[in-house]
């Protein structure tokens, strides 16, 4: 217990500190970590005129809200094909998405690429969504969570004129909500925190997310090396995930231990 409250407080001190630069004045940012002269709310105000992060975020939150749409509906439908229906190659297939996961996501950022290119979606939100659109850890995680489901649920569906479309939305989704909860919560957090793959093939304000913004306001001419606006910039980022985080944290842990994840 004290190694991990000692491990807990080696990770949370980075956050402290940039969160005490934030509200520094410029002048007391190399201080000590309660050596605080005085607060101020300029380093935000300055970093938001400087920088458009209201684009930003409305970019992100399209980005985020348009994956998590598509790949729910695209886990869900997957999962519950692998779990529950019987067709040609079902195992074959099965394999093939498993070794998805043996591939990191930045060993594919060039094929993905030229295909953006190749379609014309460089520089647009699109571009950004379409890799994320399916996940085959969420369809691996969702039909582990699906195949603990009684068959006799399906059965007496069946024997009650029930096809496979009124049986996955009454019956499967409902019994696989802890997990749907979880899956939202990564797969947002992941798509949100994401930065390389946008980077790369983002161009224009519009369509940047929040993380490619705030990189690129850390490195121009508008900050000025000024940490206390580059932190107030960073908080920007990551108020609304620890927002949210705080606010569901029940339902996040219990999700996760209801779906068997640790």
């Given at each position: 217990m004290i190694f991990m409250l000692l491990l807990s407080f080696t990770w949370i001190i980075p956050l402290l500190w940039s969160?005490?630069?934030?509200?520094?004045?410029?002048?007391?940012?190399?201080?000590?970590?309660?050596?605080?002269?005085?607060?101020?709310?300029?380093?935000?105000?300055?970093?938001?005129?400087?920088?458009?992060?209201?684009?930003?975020?409305?970019?992100?939150?399209?980005?985020?809200?348009?994956?998590?749409?598509?790949?729910?509906?695209?886990?869900?439908?997957?999962?519950?094909?692998?779990?529950?229906?019987?067709?040609?190659?079902?195992?074959?297939?099965?394999?093939?998405?498993?070794?998805?996961?043996?591939i990191p996501m930045d060993a594919l950022i060039a094929p993905n690429y030229l295909v953006m290119s190749n379609l014309g979606l460089v520089d647009t939100k699109l571009a950004v969504m379409l890799p994320h659109f399916a996940s085959a850890f969420s369809i691996f995680l969702l039909r582990q969570t699906f195949k603990q489901i009684p068959?006799?649920?399906?059965?007496?569906?069946?024997?009650?004129?029930?096809?496979?479309?009124?049986?996955?939305?009454?019956?499967?989704?409902?019994?696989?909500?802890?997990?749907?909860?979880?899956l939202a919560l990564t797969v947002?957090?992941?798509?949100?925190?994401?930065?390389?793959?946008?980077?790369?093939?983002?161009?224009?304000?519009?369509?940047?997310?929040?993380?490619?913004?705030?990189?690129?306001?850390?490195?121009?001419?508008?900050?000025?090396a000024d940490w206390s606006m580059i932190t107030a910039g960073m908080l920007f980022v990551a108020a609304p995930l620890i927002i949210a985080f705080m606010i569901f944290q029940r339902q996040f842990i219990n999700s996760f231990l209801q779906t068997g994840v640790k």
């Open positions: 969160v005490s630069i934030a509200f520094r004045p410029p002048n007391d940012v190399f201080k000590g970590l309660f050596q605080i002269t005085g607060i101020t709310f300029q380093n935000f105000v300055k970093a938001w005129h400087q920088a458009p992060f209201g684009q930003y975020y409305i970019a992100t939150l399209i980005i985020v809200l348009g994956i998590l749409a598509v790949q729910l509906v695209t886990t869900v439908l997957s999962a519950y094909a692998f779990a529950r229906l019987d067709f040609l190659g079902k195992q074959f297939f099965f394999i093939v998405l498993m070794l998805q996961l043996m068959r006799e649920f399906d059965e007496a569906a069946v024997m009650e004129g029930a096809k496979w479309w009124h049986i996955l939305p009454r019956i499967y989704i409902p019994s696989a909500k802890p997990t749907l909860i979880a947002g957090s992941y798509n949100w925190n994401n930065y390389l793959w946008p980077l790369i093939v983002t161009n224009s304000t519009v369509n940047r997310p929040v993380t490619v913004g705030l990189a690129l306001f850390s490195s121009s001419n508008e900050s000025g």
